[in-house]
């Protein structure tokens, strides 16, 4: 029998809120008069501490870290004036991609030695996310949306690398760790307005300051896009703020986070489109994306040794999105009229309304252990969600620009409840067992559930409870023979659990849309990640470099398989095993006013058990539309080689001016999994961006910014599907279709000019 799960209560809530507070009470009032000030990992002090947990504590020395961390501070941020954070990844780290699947650039897919984190439903998440200590892969679906932090609240990133067990689900690949500035580090008052080319127009302000043990940050942005091509404007509402109290070594901030934008996609384009790539295939494709998260989170010492760090959070996010598409029915008999299917077109309307909440709580010991330094975190953390999902599907015809106009009402489609719960329990220990030795041990036991109920009466087979549960284990060694260099070992496991996206979509028999119509859940298994990485970083003088060799092997991994109707219909299925495995490195260096960073990565990800998929639109398909996978094949989206540059020309401290290169090799498009389709390849592309400031008084910065310059013609996304616009004038003619490779296209050159004023 299926038993309902109890929604959580706001009393739950409001009870673990009171936990965190009574905890952090008590510590402050049992702090000693000559407990030792901790280095936080969020003021990235000169000896770069390295956050390896969630939560706030003592942190890690990163000659301690098994691991090839990657840290960018705001001056690496503000210097280079992206429009948001997924567009510096995409600059700046080792092994970061991103792709333009949903033609917007608040929404792109963000990929980390393969494995991605992007705001598509239904896409297999691989990456954690982590602001403040607060995990904010949605609970619907585990995904990210990029859009809702404005990038002027980032003290600093860190990326951690590997299937890292104490960060949690989703930890496959990665975990990327964004801090968010304060009073005390970010203080003064700063207006800032831009504007150029695509009719984006940007107001930006912040605000910090300080009086006495309190201290405020506040920060926003306004800004308004039409778009590089037909139907992709955004328009972005962001807003952070927080307040902090401090007494001693103790801290207690208070945040909130909120967004309203609105944005719309351009899809991809087949190749046979692209005499026009601002065209859009069909339109409209419309995302709206509110947030509102409040948390707290706070530190203290219980004694000179001993840590506390905790924090609570609730968010709410509602997304409302319309999707306009072809019907994969047109032209079929309707069973109940004997007739001919005639309409073309379906506009699909979903919303998800979602709450989720959190509390975790983590002790940091420094005790010596058998005569040797040694630091022990002991942590626990609880998530829950409740998300519900209603879609609603409308009957369109195309007009002679492709779009999809309603000749009739929204009728119901899916109406279901989902409620995910996450415990955890994790410990890390670093033991130095010489100078030059430090040994690190880690463990963490997930407990998750997710629970789906079917609100419209109609759907029964959709009511399910799901467990999954695992205890996931890491140890690293590293060796420091002498000052500025270091070598490291280290193996380490993560687990991600099926989303209520994949559960419901689960069946061959009855494919799915994405955005999701739920219908059945077969049981998928969770999938696991163990990752083996070796490594050496060092430092002489200015000459600062890394390299690393890693690979991660992923058990009963989950691949969404084209049902061969729409480009995006199909189910979830776990495929077996698949691997990434490549090389990084990374070198810097200062010539005088020149600064120079290279990063170089390799990425080998591959299929290592074969299956069948149904993929028909792939010209090397069989009679039945079936292809053969075979271990060895390269899985689709994921460049093989990428190479960053970063150039900096800083002759005074009234000017500068700096160069981005972005240089990936040829992918596999989506669909073309066992790499055969005539069209399946993409080609490499590299794009250059320039950036620059002018310091006109003490108190005024103009600054500029061009991308693209050489104004490149590339696409970083591909997905095989079938051309129904094949009539006069590209007109609606699916009798005579053709298969085609759907690219994501990469924005053309475009230049931004603005002013910054600054009040001390």
Not at 62 to 81: C, E, H, M, T, Y
Not at 163 to 187: D, E, M, Q
Request: net charge negative; aromatic share 8%; glycine share 10%.
């Amino acid at each position: 029998m299926l038993h309902r799960s109890r929604r959580p209560a706001p009393r739950q809530l409001v009870v673990a809120v009171a936990a965190v507070l009574h905890a952090w009470c008590a510590a402050v009032a049992a702090q000693t008069s000559e407990a030792a000030a901790p280095a936080p990992a969020e003021e990235l002090p000169g000896v770069t501490v390295i956050g390896t947990t969630p939560l706030p504590g003592i942190g890690t020395p990163l000659r301690d870290v098994p691991a090839n961390v990657q840290v960018f501070g705001n001056r690496d941020i503000s210097k280079q004036r992206q429009s948001n954070l997924a567009e510096f990844l995409e600059n700046n780290p080792t092994s970061v991609t991103i792709n333009a699947s949903q033609g917007n650039p608040y929404q792109p897919d963000v990929s980390f030695r393969g494995f991605t984190a992007s705001p598509l439903l239904g896409l297999p998440q691989g990456m954690s996310v982590f602001q403040d200590g607060v995990r904010i892969n949605e609970p619907f679906g585990d995904v990210v949306n990029w859009d809702l932090l404005p990038q002027s609240a980032i003290a600093g990133i860190q990326l951690i690398p590997g299937s890292n067990p104490v960060f949690g689900l989703n930890t496959l690949g990665g975990a990327l760790s964004v801090i968010t500035k304060s009073g005390l580090s970010n203080p003064g008052t700063a207006v800032e307005l831009s504007g150029g080319s695509f009719g984006r127009k940007t107001l930006e302000f912040e605000h910090g300051s300080s009086a006495g043990p309190v201290d405020w940050f506040a920060t926003g942005n306004v800004s308004n896009d039409h778009g590089w091509a037909q139907h992709n404007p955004s328009r972005v509402r962001q807003f952070f703020g927080k307040m902090g109290y401090r007494e001693g070594a103790s801290d207690l901030e208070v945040s909130l986070t909120a967004a309203d934008n609105r944005l719309e996609g351009t899809q991809t384009l087949p190749l046979a489109f692209l005499d026009d790539r601002t065209q859009a295939y069909t339109f409209p494709d419309t995302n709206i994306n509110k947030l509102v998260m409040l948390s707290l989170k706070g530190d203290a010492p219980l004694t000179r040794d001993v840590v506390f760090g905790g924090n609570a959070y609730v968010r709410h996010y509602l997304n409302n999105n319309i999707s306009s598409n072809v019907n994969d029915n047109f032209g079929e008999i309707d069973p109940n009229t004997g007739l001919p299917d005639d309409v073309q077109a379906i506009n699909d309307r979903a919303e998800i309304n979602q709450t989720s909440f959190g509390v975790a709580g983590q002790v940091t010991l420094k005790m010596p252990l058998g005569g040797m330094q040694n630091q022990l975190v002991l942590g626990a953390s609880g998530d829950f969600g409740q998300a519900k999902f209603v879609q609603d599907g409308q009957d369109a015809q195309f007009d002679a620009a492709r779009a999809a106009i309603p000749i009739g009402d929204f009728e119901p489609d899916t109406s279901a409840r989902s409620s995910t719960r996450t415990l955890g329990l994790y410990a890390m220990d670093s033991l130095s067992l010489s100078d030059a030795w430090t040994l690190t041990l880690a463990g963490r036991f997930n407990d998750s559930h997710v629970s789906i109920r079917d609100l419209s009466g109609t759907s029964p087979d959709l009511n399910g409870d799901h467990t999954f549960n695992r205890f996931n284990p890491a140890v690293g060694i590293n060796f420091n023979p002498v000052d500025n260099f270091t070598t490291y070992a280290s193996y380490n496991e993560g687990a991600r659990a099926p989303t209520a996206i994949e559960l419901t979509c689960a069946d061959p028999a009855a494919p799915c849309k994405l955005p999701n119509s739920f219908l059945a859940d077969p049981p998928l298994k969770q999938i696991v990640a163990k990752t083996v990485e070796v490594g050496a970083r060092g430092r002489d003088a200015g000459f600062v470099w890394s390299a690393a060799a890693y690979r991660t092997d992923l058990i009963d991994d989950i691949q969404f398989v084209s049902s061969g109707g729409g480009i995006n219909a199909g189910f979830f299925q776990n495929v077996g095993r698949t691997r990434r495995q490549g090389f990084e490195f990374t070198a810097a260096n200062k010539f005088g006013p020149i600064g120079v960073v290279a990063r170089y990565g390799l990425i080998d990800a591959t299929y290592r058990t074969g299956f069948i998929e149904h993929s028909p639109n792939n010209s090397s398909a069989d009679v039945n539309g079936d292809i053969d996978v075979r271990a060895g094949d390269r899985i689709p989206a994921v460049p093989r080689q990428t190479l960053r540059l970063r150039l900096d020309f800083e002759p005074t401290t009234t000017w500068s001016i700096g160069a981005n290169v972005i240089i990936n090799t040829s992918i596999y498009a989506r669909g073309d999994e066992d790499n055969q389709d005539v069209h399946g390849q993409v080609p490499g592309y590299t794009v250059v961006n320039l950036d620059g400031r002018y310091r006109v008084t003490k108190n005024v910065e103009v600054f500029a910014r061009i991308n693209n310059l050489f104004d490149r013609k590339y696409a970083n996304f591909a997905i095989l599907g079938e051309n129904v616009f094949t009539g006069p004038g590209r007109s609606f003619d699916p009798a005579n279709g053709q298969n085609d490779s759907f690219l994501g296209l990469g924005t053309p050159r475009g230049a931004w000019i603005g002013v910054r004023y600054e009040i001390d």
